[in-house]
């Protein structure tokens, strides 16, 4: 990422006069606030809960019924379903 950072005069000439006192470029300087900044922020990227798979979600419902138990339960449902002979 750019940050593009508009400063007055005074503050420029400040920038390059602090940098130059330990020996730093401006751009280093900069970058050491930065890093001090951001160093006090907690990573978010850490905080977010993994996600998890659709199969672990409902591993807690136990495994899926088979073909021929599906078909059983089909036959048992539909067995007295009201039907018109046309």
Do not use: W
Request: charged share 25%; aromatic share 4%; with cysteine.
């Amino acid at each position: 990422m750019t940050i593009i950072l508009p400063l007055q005069p005074q503050e420029e000439a400040r920038l390059v006069a602090a940098a130059h006192a330990k020996g730093l470029s401006p751009d280093a300087l900069v970058r050491e606030a930065l890093e001090k900044i951001l160093a006090e922020v907690p990573d978010v990227t850490c905080a977010k809960e993994p996600t998890r798979s659709l199969r672990g979600l409902l591993a807690k419902y136990g495994p899926a019924p088979s073909a021929a138990e599906i078909d059983e339960n089909r036959a048992e449902m539909f067995a007295n379903f009201p039907r018109s002979d046309y």
